[in-house]
């Protein structure tokens, strides 16, 4: 064998702690090896360009890279060997940067093991097979899970583009969080009146496919051909056929709303059957099962189906299940507000008048339950209130990280409420965090228009006066850490600035897509920095908050990069796997069927073969994850690229 030896300096961040010539030296006379160089970095054109030539020049049959993580560049070198004649799965990349450089401070320890870990991937390198890609067609239509802004941005891009979108929504509604704001941050432009167009732009576009009221059951396949279930709950109103005309909510039984609406975060009611808010796409009623008093008990008239002249209202509509083929999914299903009820010294839930963010934007909205006045519980304005930052943020009884929206919409509601009512706006920060554009001009002009910040935490709320001017007010009890001093102000109105969580679902897509997770619970991208938008299931990305909190700019800034992922996925028409996959060996199987059930991505089944039973192995379907191969009793399944032989020797030469 003619195996090629490079030890990359990664500029200074295996230099300086391993030494790279030392290195070389060792890489030099291990046996097979016919060449070994460094570089400064090996994954520069250069860099390249000297692996290329020594495999044309000195007939290099096998290479090694001792560089960074595979994950960054181990593509990178394949694409080398390629170009330069050679499979490119003759191959190894030994990782000296994250496993030695970084996590071994003693320069001649680190040395000593960047030599291990060269000698192991010689030795594994040597058993590598010739192997070649697998090409699949690609389905020429994308799933987006999520039908807020950055769901309706990225339908709307890919449509544009010319492929096939379904929009599944899980609320009756697209929209989104975005639809229940009064205004956005910076500009403060009205937030119905940017995200409308897009809304009906997404229920007029011939490209997609609105599926609202639904969820993801089931997702099957692989890159490039994704066979995807989808539940739509009966609304017990035929979209087909209803106009939207509000007949049947004016002729409920219910007279009167009675029921708390999730649209305006129960501070607002709903009949049985009704709208969430007047511009919903689409403008569809839908039934709720659990207040409706005929489907709870069939009492009732049915005044809704009598009013409807359209014929829309079916109460014995059922859940539909549907099915698409797609070749990517984006998902986009958003985040879900910090329950304030979890920190008990706010008292909310208990004491009127302490309302969270969420519930501020509805009552500001000119269609919120108080027509966008801003009112205490009396029905009277406030003159004085508080706004809490970083409430289930920043905090590590709760959420460590910052939700980095929540200084912006605080200041943002600060002015509102001040516009609307006249009254005195006290925030209370752990720091203001004004990064984005325009956003400190807006900080400095809220506190030119008189509203106060104080820096300190909230202690806690209460309605226990210890003076006059107490008397009948909320008492927020901080401290003010520029003074140094334990305070308390009297005031009207509190609202607390939740921070942002992973959604409710979140788990559930998680398992259904295969896709990994942060520590905070939100989805991981498959790196931070090079692929932000991608996850390690390929053909499957991620938008908006649901990889982490964002504003709106941000989320549809990478809505559209994971449509532009997915478009330029689409318009190849098919897609190279990799054969990294696990094969049986038929006279070894005893068809058991042992390896089935266990397989997560369901790539194997029975087949008969001359009249036994054996496994089979859907090529296009296996992610290469090697539960089939350790669970097989008869040793009847290897997998390319980590056979028993290479993984023991790759073991043998780290432990001599």
Same mark, same amino acid.
């Given at each position: 064998?003619?195996?090629?030896?490079?030890?990359?300096?990664?500029?200074?961040?295996?230099?300086?702690?391993?030494?790279?010539?030392?290195?070389?030296?060792?890489?030099?006379?291990?046996?097979?090896?016919?060449?070994?160089?460094?570089?400064?970095?090996? #994954?520069?054109?250069?860099?390249?360009?000297?692996?290329?030539?020594?495999?044309?020049?000195?007939?290099?049959?096998?290479?090694?890279?001792?560089?960074?993580?595979?994950?960054?560049?181990?593509? /990178?070198?394949?694409?080398? *060997?390629?170009?330069?004649?050679?499979?490119?799965?003759?191959?190894?990349?030994?990782?000296?940067? $994250?496993?030695?450089?970084?996590?071994?401070?003693?320069?001649?320890?680190?040395?000593?093991?960047?030599?291990?870990?060269?000698?192991?991937?010689?030795?594994?390198?040597?058993?590598?097979?010739?192997? $070649?890609?697998?090409?699949?067609?690609?389905?020429?239509?994308?799933?987006?899970?999520?039908?807020?802004?950055?769901?309706?941005?990225?339908?709307?891009?890919?449509?544009?583009?010319?492929?096939?979108?379904?929009?599944?929504?899980?609320?009756?509604? @697209?929209?989104?969080?975005?639809?229940?704001?009064?205004?956005?941050?910076? /500009?403060?432009?009205?937030?119905?009146?940017? *995200? !409308?167009?897009?809304?009906?732009?997404?229920?007029?576009?011939?490209?997609?496919?609105?599926?609202?009221?639904?969820?993801?059951?089931?997702?099957?396949?692989?890159?490039?051909?994704?066979?995807?279930?989808?539940?739509?709950?009966?609304?017990?109103?035929?979209?087909?056929?209803?106009?939207?005309?509000?007949? +049947?909510?004016?002729?409920?039984?219910?007279?009167?709303?009675?029921?708390?609406? $999730?649209?305006? $975060?129960? %501070?607002?009611?709903?009949?049985?059957?009704?709208?969430?808010?007047?511009?919903?796409? &689409?403008?569809?009623?839908?039934?709720?099962?659990?207040?409706?008093?005929?489907?709870?008990?069939?009492?009732?008239?049915?005044? #809704?189906?009598?009013? +409807?002249?359209?014929?829309?209202?079916?109460?014995?509509?059922?859940?539909?299940?549907?099915?698409?083929?797609?070749?990517?999914?984006?998902?986009?299903?958003?985040?879900?507000?910090?329950?304030?009820?979890? @920190?008990?010294?706010?008292?909310?839930?208990?004491?009127?008048?302490?309302? /969270?963010?969420?519930?501020?934007?509805?009552?500001?909205?000119?269609?919120?339950?108080?027509?966008?006045?801003?009112?205490?519980?009396?029905?009277?304005?406030?003159?004085?209130?508080?706004?809490?930052?970083?409430?289930?943020?920043?905090?590590?009884?709760?959420?460590?990280?910052?939700?980095?929206?929540?200084?912006?919409?605080?200041?943002?509601?600060?002015?509102?409420?001040?516009?609307?009512?006249?009254?005195?706006?006290?925030?209370?920060?752990?720091?203001?965090?004004?990064?984005?554009?325009?956003?400190?001009?807006?900080?400095?002009?809220?506190?030119?228009?008189?509203?106060?910040?104080?820096?300190?935490?909230?202690?806690?709320?209460?309605?226990?006066?210890?003076?006059?001017?107490?008397?009948?007010?909320?008492?927020?009890?901080?401290?003010?850490?520029?003074?140094?001093?334990?305070?308390?102000?009297?005031?009207?109105?509190?609202?607390?600035?939740?921070?942002?969580?992973?959604?409710?679902?979140?788990?559930?897509?998680? !398992?259904?897509?295969?896709?990994?997770?942060?520590?905070?619970?939100?989805?991981?991208?498959?790196?931070?920095?090079?692929?932000?938008?991608?996850?390690?299931?390929?053909?499957?990305?991620?938008?908006? +908050? +649901?990889?982490?909190?964002?504003?709106?700019?941000?989320?549809?800034?990478?809505?559209?990069?994971?449509?532009?992922?997915?478009?330029?996925?689409?318009?190849?028409?098919?897609?190279?796997?990799?054969?990294?996959?696990?094969?049986?060996?038929?006279?070894?199987?005893?068809?058991?069927?042992?390896?089935? &059930?266990?397989?997560?991505?369901?790539? %194997?089944?029975?087949?008969?073969?001359?009249?036994?039973?054996?496994?089979?192995?859907?090529?296009?379907?296996?992610?290469?994850?090697?539960?089939?191969?350790?669970?097989?009793?008869?040793?009847?399944?290897?997998?390319?690229?980590?056979?028993?032989?290479?993984? /023991?020797?790759?073991?043998?030469?780290?432990?001599?």
């Amino acid at each position: 064998m003619r195996i090629g030896v490079y030890i990359c300096h990664c500029g200074r961040n295996i230099a300086d702690v391993v030494n790279v010539r030392e290195v070389v030296e060792f890489a030099k006379s291990l046996d097979g090896v016919v060449v070994a160089r460094d570089y400064k970095y090996m #994954c520069s054109d250069p860099g390249q360009e000297l692996i290329i030539k020594d495999v044309q020049e000195l007939k290099l049959d096998r290479v090694v890279v001792a560089a960074c993580s595979p994950k960054l560049h181990e593509l /990178t070198f394949r694409k080398a *060997l390629k170009r330069a004649g050679l499979n490119p799965f003759l191959f190894q990349m030994a990782n000296i940067r $994250e496993l030695c450089s970084w996590v071994t401070s003693n320069g001649k320890d680190a040395t000593e093991k960047a030599k291990a870990y060269v000698k192991s991937a010689v030795e594994r390198v040597k058993l590598h097979e010739s192997l $070649e890609t697998i090409r699949v067609k690609i389905t020429p239509s994308v799933l987006v899970i999520g039908g807020g802004i950055a769901g309706i941005s990225a339908s709307l891009l890919l449509a544009d583009a010319g492929v096939k979108v379904y929009l599944v929504e899980k609320e009756p509604t @697209i929209g989104g969080k975005m639809a229940k704001f009064d205004k956005t941050f910076p /500009t403060l432009d009205c937030s119905a009146c940017i *995200l !409308t167009p897009k809304m009906n732009a997404v229920k007029e576009h011939p490209n997609i496919e609105l599926i609202t009221y639904a969820e993801v059951e089931d997702v099957k396949g692989y890159v490039g051909n994704f066979t995807v279930k989808i539940r739509k709950k009966a609304r017990y109103v035929k979209e087909d056929v209803c106009t939207g005309c509000y007949d +049947c909510i004016e002729n409920c039984l219910f007279e009167k709303p009675e029921f708390p609406s $999730e649209f305006d $975060e129960g %501070i607002g009611k709903r009949k049985p059957i009704y709208i969430p808010f007047p511009q919903a796409v &689409p403008l569809v009623p839908v039934i709720d099962p659990n207040t409706c008093m005929w489907l709870k008990a069939k009492k009732c008239s049915r005044y #809704c189906m009598e009013s +409807c002249e359209a014929k829309a209202i079916d109460f014995n509509q059922k859940d539909e299940i549907i099915e698409v083929k797609v070749g990517a999914i984006i998902v986009a299903i958003g985040y879900k507000p910090f329950d304030a009820k979890k @920190i008990k010294r706010y008292r909310f839930g208990e004491l009127e008048n302490v309302y /969270t963010s969420l519930q501020v934007e509805r009552m500001l909205n000119s269609a919120g339950p108080t027509s966008g006045e801003v009112l205490l519980a009396n029905g009277e304005k406030p003159k004085r209130v508080a706004i809490i930052h970083c409430v289930g943020s920043r905090d590590d009884n709760y959420n460590p990280y910052c939700s980095r929206v929540c200084c912006m919409y605080s200041i943002k509601l600060a002015r509102l409420i001040k516009e609307r009512t006249k009254a005195e706006v006290y925030n209370f920060y752990i720091d203001i965090r004004a990064f984005g554009k325009m956003y400190e001009e807006f900080y400095k002009k809220a506190m030119e228009e008189g509203i106060r910040f104080i820096r300190g935490r909230v202690a806690e709320i209460t309605d226990i006066p210890k003076s006059e001017d107490e008397n009948g007010k909320l008492i927020v009890v901080y401290e003010d850490t520029l003074l140094g001093k334990v305070m308390r102000l009297p005031v009207d109105m509190v609202v607390l600035s939740v921070g942002l969580e992973p959604p409710e679902d979140i788990d559930k897509i998680r !398992t259904l897509l295969k896709l990994s997770c942060t520590p905070d619970g939100f989805l991981a991208e498959r790196h931070p920095k090079l692929a932000p938008v991608s996850t390690t299931t390929e053909g499957i990305f991620i938008a908006g +908050c +649901c990889s982490s909190p964002k504003d709106i700019p941000d989320s549809v800034a990478q809505a559209e990069a994971s449509a532009g992922e997915a478009l330029s996925l689409i318009k190849r028409s098919e897609i190279e796997l990799e054969p990294v996959i696990s094969q049986v060996i038929e006279e070894k199987c005893s068809g058991c069927g042992i390896c089935v &059930p266990l397989c997560p991505y369901n790539a %194997i089944s029975l087949i008969n073969v001359d009249g036994k039973k054996r496994a089979y192995i859907n090529p296009a379907l296996c992610m290469g994850c090697g539960v089939c191969v350790a669970s097989c009793p008869s040793k009847a399944i290897r997998q390319n690229m980590f056979g028993s032989e290479q993984i /023991t020797a790759e073991i043998r030469a780290l432990l001599k």
